[in-house]
């Protein structure tokens, strides 16, 4: 994490679009949705994505979701980070895990 920014990563065990979720609270009731690259055998099922515009000094909370790359409407169960239980906080904040 930066002052504003992140990387996100994946990988997936097939073919999928990779579609990223932040939100400054945990009840993600305001939700900025980020579309990914698609993730396929060039890739090796894995990708990338840059979330920027965070807020400084705050904590984000993220969920990765993998799409059919056919019909985005279907996707597997959000994938969250092992690491803060899908959180994390931008540069200049004191707040830590757990």
Do not use: K, Q
């Not at 990563?9 to 579309?35: C, F, K, L, N, Y």
């Not at 979701?65 to 004191?94: F, I, K, M, W």
Request: with cysteine; hydrophobic share 25%.
């Amino acid at each position: 994490m930066t002052t504003g920014s992140g990387l996100v990563w994946v990988r997936a065990d097939r073919p999928a679009r990779m579609i990223v979720d932040t939100s400054a609270t945990e009840s993600s009731r305001t939700t900025r949705r980020r579309i990914g690259p698609l993730l396929g055998p060039d890739t090796d099922f894995t990708g990338t994505t840059r979330p920027h515009g965070l807020p400084r000094g705050e904590r984000i909370h993220y969920r990765v979701l993998l799409a059919d790359p056919d019909d985005p409407r279907r996707s597997g169960e959000p994938v969250t980070s092992p690491n803060c239980c899908g959180s994390s906080s931008t540069a200049g904040s004191p707040a830590r895990c757990g």
